[in-house]
């Protein structure tokens, strides 16, 4: 059952994503090719506008696929369709583990894509260059490559943006057991959801910065961190996040779980 | 074993109940009418029994069995809404329906929607309302389930269409399966009502045989509910 949940899911999310994605593979494309026109100067401003859209059409894809997958979330357990989605023979553990799974599928092909269109808008040695000076020193500490850096960060940058989409859900989850105000309420307790989650993780890395020195600079100085505890701040960023996205989603799957009030 | 049992069910939406102690038995092989004036509890009575409610006291069992995914095997639900998701075709709605209900024939559903002259490669969005409502109320009578509810499907359609709607409800469920009708149309359905239960204010006020209750009140069951239910 969970196969063909997905399926359907999947199918309406990427309805909407598959034309941000051509759009946005479209514009790197004509980006490369007028950039790459020298002594033009009305095609090297083509490309810049070019370029500009490229980048709008990168934050679309972020946008639309968040807001995608929290409108189906509440369209599918919450508004009509619910009539169908919840006298569908499957419990709610599955309806719930769908929905989280579309997530991290849409969200890595979103990542994908947006990965894809930077590599052919903006690939030159000259680039290549700038980003390995810059992430050079880091790979030296963590006696790794560049590439393994890039991914790092990109996998933060997922779990942060999965935080976000879960704290959405649990928002969405709390709000519709309220009587009336039921958006207003998701919202809301999204946000807080959300806030909750950053102010745990702050306090993870101050417990953590009491035993180490550096990392307690982050809090009282504005010097500039020392490599090493760049690295543990990475290291504690993947750790805490997964843990936050684990809490937030048993958390909601339990209160999902004890039933919905449909309207 | 009932095919249906509600226990001193009760909802609340905070201060205000909604149902109160409802105890309710429904045996196989019945076309039960779920009779009251709007904002009874009617549809909160069958929202509960679909798990669309979480009940604030009491429990609903199904085939002796709590609400879940085995109740919802064999329930049939028709709401008083358009559900289905209006993007679709009518023909992948059916492969919806094959894909998570076992007991689905999609070939009767065809069958059902060709005679009523609709295109399966249309989609909703572009059907009007009353089609939409067929569409629907076709594929619910295309499962073979044990229970059909059907919420309001009378409503808001014209006099031929009610006949037909009749007409589909009688002649597609078999001899062991029940049907709670919920509806304040009663003139239409009380000829093929065997048993009616009268809801008001979220209590049940009467379970009866429609037989017996017309020989008691020397009256039809519409005519016994305008009585009941004068304002």
């Given at each position: 059952m969970?196969?063909k949940?997905?399926?359907y899911?999947?199918?309406?999310?990427?309805?909407?994503?598959?034309?941000?994605?051509?759009l946005?593979?479209?514009f790197?494309i004509?980006?490369?090719?007028?950039?790459?026109?020298?002594?033009?100067?009305?095609?090297n401003?083509?490309?810049?506008?070019?370029?500009?859209?490229?980048i709008?059409?990168?934050?679309n894809i972020l946008?639309?696929?968040v807001m995608?997958?929290?409108?189906r979330?509440?369209?599918?357990?919450?508004a009509?369709?619910s009539?169908?989605t919840h006298?569908?023979?499957?419990?709610?553990?599955?309806?719930?583990?769908?929905?989280?799974?579309?997530s991290i599928?849409?969200?890595s092909?979103?990542i994908?894509?947006?990965a894809?269109?930077?590599?052919?808008?903006?690939?030159s040695?000259e680039n290549?260059?700038?980003v390995?000076?810059?992430l050079?020193?880091?790979?030296?500490?963590y006696?790794?490559t560049?590439?393994v850096?890039?991914?790092?960060?990109?996998?933060?940058?997922?779990?942060?943006?999965?935080n976000?989409?879960?704290?959405?859900?649990?928002g969405?989850?709390l709000?519709?057991r309220?009587n009336?105000?039921?958006i207003?309420?998701?919202v809301?307790y999204?946000?807080?959801?959300?806030l909750?989650?950053?102010?745990?993780?702050?306090l993870?890395?101050?417990?953590?910065?009491l035993?180490?020195?550096?990392?307690?600079?982050?809090f009282?100085?504005?010097d500039?961190?020392?490599?090493?505890?760049i690295?543990?701040?990475?290291?504690?960023?993947m750790?805490i996040y997964?843990?936050n996205?684990f809490?937030?989603?048993?958390?909601n799957?339990?209160?999902?779980?004890?039933?919905?009030?449909?309207? | 074993?009932?095919?249906?049992?509600?226990?001193?069910?009760?909802?609340?939406y905070?201060?205000k109940?909604?149902l109160?102690?409802i105890?309710?038995?429904?045996?196989?092989?019945k076309?039960?009418?779920?009779?009251?004036?709007?904002?009874t509890?009617?549809?909160?009575?069958?929202?509960?029994?679909?798990?669309?409610?979480?009940p604030?006291?009491?429990k609903?069992?199904?085939?002796?069995?709590?609400v879940?995914?085995e109740s919802?095997?064999?329930?049939?639900?028709?709401?008083?809404r358009?559900?289905l998701?209006k993007?679709?075709?009518v023909e992948?709605?059916?492969?919806?329906?094959e894909?998570?209900?076992?007991?689905f024939?999609?070939?009767?559903?065809r069958?059902l929607?060709?005679?009523?002259?609709?295109?399966t490669n249309?989609?909703?969005?572009?059907?009007?309302k009353?089609?939409?409502?067929?569409?629907q109320?076709?594929?619910v009578?295309?499962?073979?389930?044990?229970?059909?509810?059907l919420d309001?499907?009378?409503?808001?359609?014209?006099?031929?269409t009610?006949?037909?709607i009749?007409?589909?409800?009688?002649?597609?469920?078999?001899?062991n399966?029940?049907?709670?009708?919920?509806?304040?149309?009663?003139?239409?359905i009380e000829?093929?009502?065997?048993?009616?239960?009268?809801?008001?204010?979220g209590?049940?006020?009467?379970?009866s045989s429609t037989?017996?209750?017309?020989e008691k009140?020397?009256s039809s069951?519409d005519?016994?509910?305008?009585?009941?239910?004068?304002?």
């Open positions: 969970l196969k949940l997905l399926k899911d999947l199918e309406k999310i990427y309805k909407v994503l598959i034309v941000f994605y051509s946005s593979i479209f790197s004509l980006t490369r090719i007028f950039l790459s026109i020298e002594n033009s100067f009305i095609l401003i083509i490309g810049k506008v070019c370029s500009g859209v490229t709008s059409m990168i934050f946008i639309n696929n995608g997958l929290w409108s979330f509440r369209n599918n357990f919450y009509d369709e009539y169908l006298t569908l023979p499957i419990d709610k553990k599955t309806l719930y583990l769908s929905k989280t799974l579309s599928i849409t969200l092909s979103s994908l894509v947006i894809m269109s930077l590599f052919i808008a903006y690939y040695k290549l260059e700038l390995k000076n810059l050079l020193p880091l790979a030296t500490v006696d790794s560049i590439i850096i890039i991914l790092s960060f990109i996998f933060i940058c997922f779990l942060e943006i999965m976000m989409l879960e704290s959405g859900y649990v969405l989850v709000g519709h309220k009336s105000n039921k207003a309420f998701s809301l999204g946000f807080i959801t959300y909750l989650t950053q102010i745990f993780t702050i993870v890395v101050f417990v953590t910065a035993f180490n020195k550096d990392l307690m600079n982050l009282y100085t504005m500039t961190l020392n490599i090493d505890t690295k543990l701040c990475i290291y504690l960023a750790i997964t843990l996205i809490i937030l989603y048993f958390t799957l339990k209160l999902f779980s004890k039933g919905v009030n449909v309207d | 074993m009932e095919l249906l049992e509600c226990i001193n069910l009760e909802k609340r905070g201060d109940v909604v109160k102690d105890n309710l038995k429904i045996p196989r092989g076309i039960i009418g779920l009779l009251g004036k709007n904002g509890g009617k549809t909160t009575l069958i929202k509960l029994i679909n798990d669309l409610l979480t604030t006291k009491g609903v069992l199904v085939n002796g069995m709590e879940g995914v919802k095997k064999i329930i049939s639900y028709l709401p008083e358009t559900y998701d993007s679709m075709t992948k709605v059916i492969k919806y329906f894909d998570f209900y076992d007991n024939d999609s070939n009767k559903a069958k929607l060709k005679k009523l002259d609709l295109d249309q989609k909703l969005s572009k059907m009007s009353g089609m939409q409502e067929k569409v109320l076709v594929l009578m295309s499962r073979c389930a044990d229970l059909y509810i309001e499907p009378l409503g808001g359609v014209d006099p031929a009610r006949d037909y009749l007409d589909t409800i009688l002649t597609n469920f078999n001899e399966a029940s049907v709670i009708i919920s509806t304040h149309l009663i003139s239409d000829k093929i009502l065997d048993e009616v239960i009268f809801i008001d204010k209590k049940i006020i009467l379970t037989d017996e209750l017309r009140e020397k069951i005519e016994i509910f305008r009585r009941m239910f004068k304002c």
